[in-house]
């Protein structure tokens, strides 16, 4: 079982999953080493109504352009527990049940509407809304919809409302919208547009399907990121290997459920647990006992102590720079037409998974950010100077939080500018070249293809 995102050589699939720490509470947050407020972050069961910084400038810069990378939202497990009973969620969404959405009934009529839609290939024949009594394997739930209703209400309010980055009368061409081919990524991108944009029309809904979650489209072809992404899964399994502690637990709950220990690690328990626990449902019980909070806490801590020491390695922000430059270097691309005057694709929209937030966040050198919760959401906002309308900015957001500055490309440049934002030249430069000087390349191909030292 691998206890951090990993993306296997076959980009289609997708390992066992990390789940780690997300963006604090600043004011209210305990130690970082407590696993369950720790969980508690990354289930973002929907409650308060969420502080955010997006589309914060000064007065006389304009907005041009938002480009919006997500997660899914809340999802029953990949893997089950063997020799348990399934977590009893439904995925039927019912307006009455909690967490709910003010908008949630007009959105399961208008789900039901969808045919006039354009959908990439395989996306046609997956369903627009979750509608399971008992959840399929990683399906998208009721509280899922709801965190991504929320998301698109919120970034309606910034972006539509006070920006008017959209007009009333938006076309297909000023959005562009891709997912992955998952029921979940999909359901979610729906739901975040119907609350986000001025009128859900079905005829200007044009949904891309992109095959590989780390959206590398027809640029995959990458060995050294395939052997950076060995050498990280072997730091995972060697730090494994040596928790005594970590090994107690599971021989603990391989007992308890009657199978052996390898079987139990091999069905990632950790996944499951989290339903259980995001959901409020007590963990599974056996003649021979009952899995508990303390076998949760001692799983969920290692992973904390696996992402300390990712980040000391380096192994996964090398795969990571890989990973991600065809994604990142179509987003400059898009950036740099629209900075030229180009009015399509204002608005993108990526509806994605954790592998795919995860690399992109150490990519840009975001080392604070924690690990991607449910329905998160990185933004990239591209302002104009009204003052000097050749020049362009970036703002880069994650859950609300400005972390333009975090970025590798703009920590200096935060010490000289009295502007709360990043000039796009300088993502530009690190998309184009600076990300590949570690690699002693001078572009992807070469980065791509040259050995190891």
């Not at 914060?56 to 990378?69: D, I, M, N, R």
């Amino acid at each position: 079982v691998h206890l951090i995102p990993v993306n296997p050589v076959r980009e289609d699939g997708l390992n066992a999953k990390s789940r780690k720490r997300i963006m604090p509470d600043l004011l209210t947050e305990p130690p970082a080493t407590d696993p369950i407020y720790e969980a508690q972050m990354y289930c973002n069961v929907p409650s308060i109504a969420e502080r955010s910084m997006e589309g914060h400038a000064p007065h006389y810069f304009k907005l041009v352009s938002v480009q919006v990378l997500i997660r899914h939202g809340d999802r029953y497990p990949l893997y089950a527990i063997p020799k348990t009973k399934r977590p009893d969620i439904d995925c039927m969404l019912v307006p009455s049940r909690k967490p709910s959405h003010p908008q949630l009934e007009a959105f399961i009529k208008h789900m039901s509407k969808g045919s006039a839609a354009q959908m990439d290939g395989s996306l046609s024949s997956l369903p627009h809304f979750p509608s399971h009594s008992l959840c399929e394997m990683g399906e998208l739930t009721q509280t899922g919809v709801v965190q991504h209703l929320r998301n698109g209400q919120l970034l309606r309010e910034i972006y539509i409302n006070k920006h008017k980055l959209l007009p009333s009368d938006w076309t297909a061409k000023q959005l562009y919208l891709e997912t992955t081919g998952k029921s979940r990524t999909l359901q979610s991108a729906l739901a975040l547009l119907y609350t986000f944009l001025p009128d859900f029309d079905w005829k200007k809904i044009n949904m891309r399907h992109q095959w590989s979650t780390i959206f590398c489209s027809g640029s995959c072809d990458c060995p050294m990121r395939n052997h950076y992404l060995e050498e990280e899964q072997r730091r995972q399994y060697s730090l494994r290997v040596k928790n005594s502690n970590l090994e107690k637990i599971y021989v603990d709950m391989a007992k308890i459920v009657g199978i052996p220990t390898r079987q139990l690690r091999a069905s990632n328990p950790i996944d499951s647990l989290l339903c259980y626990f995001c959901h409020n449902v007590s963990f599974p019980c056996t003649k021979a006992g009952c899995i508990g909070m303390e076998h949760f806490k001692v799983i969920k801590r290692h992973q904390l102590e696996d992402e300390r020491e990712r980040q000391e390695k380096k192994l996964y922000f090398l795969y990571a720079l890989l990973a991600t430059h065809p994604l990142l270097n179509q987003t400059v691309n898009r950036l740099q037409r629209i900075a030229e005057g180009k009015k399509e694709e204002l608005f993108v929209l990526y509806s994605a998974h954790d592998v795919t937030l995860s690399p992109v966040l150490s990519a840009l050198g975001i080392t604070e950010a924690r690990f991607p919760r449910f329905a998160a959401r990185l933004v990239f906002e591209l302002w104009q100077d009204g003052k000097r309308p050749k020049e362009h900015f970036i703002r880069i957001l994650y859950n609300g939080a400005d972390v333009t500055f975090q970025t590798s490309f703009c920590k200096d440049h935060y010490k000289r500018s009295s502007k709360p934002m990043c000039p796009l030249e300088k993502l530009v430069n690190f998309v184009k070249r600076d990300m590949f000087l570690i690699f002693n390349s001078t572009s992807y191909y070469d980065a791509c293809h040259r050995r190891a030292l």
